[in-house]
Each structure stands twice: as structure tokens, then as C-alpha cells.
């Protein structure tokens, strides 16, 4: 099920939503746990079977640490570990690692027949993988409190608002709200309503409209030139952005709107200043979940430089592995992890360049927005691209080519109706994310007399209304 087919923003939502305050509260997390089992059964009926599997096996994994120390309590964590990313494995990356070593095993020789496996990726493996572990080793620590409730444990992975595409939560955050009585309350429902309005703006306005020149350009690029591909990369940027942060601003919204509050995961962060600060306002759910589970454990940044440089360059090459089974993922978190390693290296030299340049002040932040723009794009094309040498190419026909507007100029009349859209649509969001870079801004947006903020809403419904591709989409992230 889709938050942006009409049967969920119709009926599901309204129903769900309705009976959670009409029942007792000792009978809404049961409400909530069918309600969102009904939810992934809309995808592959039969995949909720391996979330169920999961949720049992982490659930007495608590338990059991609960009571156990020293090498018994180490090992119920690596079973723990192994079930949940052994399952993962064997859906996201068995193909994957079976095709490489079958391409190796031709290169010596080798007689290696293994078949790879022909089932499909449930959906959000990821997501409640992450979501579940993060409850294991938190446990693990002493961090969180053991959940004895197996149906409030198996509710915390399986919420549907976050269920399939994040944020990725953490036990502290989540957990004791399941237990909590909330109440109706108008300004926090409004507030839940106006999260929902605009992710579904980013989603059906400009992410599933960018979506068909994207898909025309991408999907066939042999047949474009460098400046179909610069206007390609620059809406993709867009459409990944606002597809992404579409859908957890509606899981935001639709959890608050019954009394949850879920981590803020996307910070405008095209208005970042540098790679580092972009990785703090992009998916920061699976940024901080890689920060405190990979980067941190390996040492961080309290080691020796050289290791400091391979701490970061794992962690977003694994990033990367997170996104996909195909060398395109991996080589776009390495691309990343290369960005921060170089930072490191010219350090000094940055610095000295940024104290001759601060007295432009506003001019000079726009420079460094830009070029981290920039940077970001260019390892969207790996992200994007179908392979390597589809990346490769493109970004070459880019160097080459890409300043070359005049082949492009014909293609921009013909859908001139929907790069106005588009566009328009594009200044709208940045001109809302320049609210959203300072939280003070936003704060002085909010205070704005409820009237207004009402008339805002319902104009954005309006061009929801429309604008919007109503065509069932699915969201970019539901892949991994």
C-alpha cells in the first residue's frame, strides 16, 4: 500500500487513524500492530512471514540478554546479528556476490555452477533490519530497557507509518511511546496534517513529474548528449530528494497525528556547506545509525589520522552496500567516503582559503553550497545509473559535452509546460527549505497565525489537486 494511492489517504488512514482514538487505550496498540500487518500485506502477503521471524528471534534475543553476561551474552548478540543480516543477505545480496564470484570463477577457470535465487526483495528489508538491530544492541549495552511485551516489541518494527522506508528509529525514542496514552489534541493533529500535505507535495508535485524525464534520460543514455544529461543529474537531485523526504515527512506526519512523534530525517540539505554537513541533514536516521554501530565501534575520529581516513571511507562504503546489491551502490559510498577522506587531507589549505574568502560573506556561502551541490550530483549519477559503464559514459558525455545547450533547447520547448512545473514548483520547495537550513527561521514560520497556516495548506492541497501525478508511484527507497 502506497501513502500516495487514494485508498490510504481516503480510507486506510482515515480508519486507522478514527478507531485508534475511539478505542480503550489498553486495546490500541492492538489496532495499531493489525493495522499495520494489514499495511505490509498489501505489498507480498506471504514476506510478512520473515518479519515475523525476525521480530521472534530479536524479541527472546533480548529477553535472553536481559539475564545472561560475559561470553553467553556475546554470543545470544551474534545470533541475534547473524538471523537478522543473514536474512538480509540471503534476499539483497545473495545474487549480487553470486554473479561476481561466478565472473570470477570464469576468469580461473574455475567450475562454478551455483544458481542464483529468483525471489524478490520484500519490501523496507532494510529499514526494519536496521530498526531491529538497533533495539539488540542497545539492549546489549544496558541503553534501553528489555521490552517483555512481544506484541509492543513486534509493533515497534512493524509501525507502519516508518515501516517501509524509515526513519530508522531507535528503541529509546519509540518504544515507551507504545505505552503511552495519547490524546486528541487539535494543534498536534493540524500539525500532523500539514507534515502529510507537504510530503505529498514533494512526492506526486515534483518527484513523480521530474520522475519522466529522469526515467527518458537515464534509462536510455546512449541515445542523449552532455546537456540532457547535466538537466537529467540536476532533477534526479531533486526527485530522490524530494521522493525520499516526501515519504518521512508523511511518516512524520500520519505517526503524529495520533499522538507519535518520529526523528526529524531530512534537514534541507542542499543548503549544506560541505559534504560532512550534508551526511548531517540527509537520511540522518541511517547517517546516525552508521555513526554510532560502524564508524564510533571502529574508533571514529579518536585514532591515529590514517585510521581516522579508513574509519570513514568503510563506513560509507557500507553505506553504500546498505543501498543495493550492484557496484554502482558501492562506488557511490565510496565516492562519499572519498569526499570526507579528502577533506581530511587538505585541511589546512581549506582553512587558509576560508578565512581570505569569509569577508564576501553571503557570496562566498552560496560558492560553497554550490560546489557541494555539485559534488553530491556527481555521485548521483552512479546512484542513478543502471551500471558502471552507463555512469562512466554519462559522466564523461557531461565533461565533454554538457555546456553545449543547443540540442537541449528543442527538447525544453516541447514539455515547456512541465519544466514551468517543474520548476516552479523546485523554487517553491527551496524557498520553504531556507525556513527549514535554521530551525529559528522555521520557529518564526510556525508562529504565524493558525489562519494563515490553514489558507497555506489548503492552497498546497489545491496544487496537490492540480499538479499532482496520482499514478501509484512507488517510492525510490521502497527498493531497498
Avoid at 520522475?211 to 527518458?216: A, D, G, K, P
Avoid at 554510532?292 to 560509507?316: E, K
Avoid at 557541494?372 to 559535452?401: H, M, N, P
Wanted: with cysteine.
Amino acid at each position: 500500500m502506497l501513502f500516495n494511492s487514494l485508498f490510504f489517504l481516503f480510507v486506510f488512514f482515515p480508519l486507522v487513524t478514527g478507531f485508534y482514538y475511539i478505542l480503550p487505550h489498553r486495546f490500541r496498540w492492538l489496532w495499531l500492530l493489525f493495522a499495520s500487518c494489514y499495511f505490509y500485506m498489501g505489498f507480498v502477503p506471504q514476506y510478512i512471514l520473515i518479519l515475523a521471524f525476525t521480530i521472534t528471534v530479536d524479541y527472546f534475543a533480548g529477553i535472553l540478554l536481559a539475564k545472561s553476561s560475559g561470553a553467553k551474552k556475546k554470543i545470544i548478540l551474534m545470533i541475534s546479528i547473524l538471523s537478522n543480516i543473514g536474512m538480509l543477505f540471503v534476499f539483497k545480496y545473495f545474487n549480487f556476490f553470486n554473479a561476481n564470484l561466478g565472473a570470477l570463477a570464469e576468469i580461473i577457470h574455475w567450475n562454478y555452477s551455483l544458481q542464483s535465487l529468483s525471489w524478490v526483495l520484500p519490501i523496507g528489508l532494510s529499514f526494519h533490519t536496521f530498526q531491529s538491530l538497533s533495539y539488540i544492541i542497545e539492549v546489549y549495552y544496558g541503553r534501553q530497557k528489555v521490552e517483555r511485551s512481544f506484541g509492543i516489541f513486534a509493533l515497534y518494527v512493524m509501525f507502519y507509518p516508518q515501516l517501509v522506508a524509515g526513519p530508522i528509529e531507535r528503541p529509546q525514542n519509540l518504544l515507551h511511546q507504545f505505552h503511552e496514552k495519547h490524546f486528541f489534541q487539535i494543534e498536534r493533529f493540524f500539525s500532523g496534517l500539514r507534515l502529510i500535505i507537504w510530503g505529498l507535495f514533494k512526492k506526486v508535485v515534483i518527484a513523480d513529474r521530474v520522475s519522466i524525464f529522469v526515467n527518458q534520460i537515464f534509462n536510455n543514455p546512449y541515445e542523449y548528449t552532455g546537456a540532457y544529461f547535466v538537466l537529467g543529474t540536476f532533477l534526479f537531485a531533486f526527485q530522490i530528494y524530494c521522493d525520499f523526504s516526501g515519504y518521512s515527512d508523511m511518516a512524520r506526519g500520519l505517526a503524529r497525528t495520533i499522538g507519535f512523534e518520529l526523528m526529524v530525517n531530512f534537514k534541507a540539505p542542499y543548503f549544506s556547506k560541505s559534504i560532512s554537513e550534508f551526511w548531517r541533514r540527509w537520511h540522518i536516521s541511517l547517517s546516525s545509525w552508521f555513526r554510532d554501530y560502524v564508524y564510533i565501534p571502529l574508533g571514529g575520529s579518536r585514532v591515529a589520522v590514517w585510521r581516522w581516513q579508513y574509519n570513514l571511507f568503510i563506513t560509507f562504503l557500507l553505506s553504500g552496500i546498505w543501498h543495493g546489491a550492484n557496484w554502482t551502490y558501492v562506488i557511490w559510498g565510496g565516492l562519499n567516503g572519498f569526499y570526507l577522506v579528502f577533506a581530511i587531507w587538505v585541511d589546512k589549505l581549506s582553512q587558509k582559503f576560508t578565512q581570505n574568502f569569509k569577508l564576501f560573506g553571503t557570496v562566498y556561502n552560496i560558492y560553497q553550497m554550490i560546489s557541494t551541490f555539485i559534488l553530491i550530483c556527481i555521485a548521483w549519477i552512479f546512484f542513478r545509473a543502471q551500471t558502471v559503464g552507463e555512469a562512466w559514459y554519462i559522466l564523461k558525455q557531461i565533461v565533454s559535452d554538457g555546456y553545449n545547450l543547443s540540442g537541449l533547447w528543442p527538447f525544453l520547448l516541447q514539455y515547456r509546460y512541465s519544466f514551468l512545473i517543474i520548476f516552479g514548483a523546485i523554487s517553491f520547495l527551496t524557498f520553504v527549505d531556507y525556513f527549514i537550513a535554521e530551525d529559528k527561521r522555521l520557529e518564526k514560520l510556525f508562529r504565524l497565525p493558525l489562519f494563515i497556516q490553514v489558507v497555506a495548506c489548503l492552497f498546497i492541497v489545491f496544487i496537490i489537486m492540480l499538479l499532482g501525478r496520482f499514478v501509484n508511484e512507488q517510492f525510490i527507497y521502497f527498493q531497498f
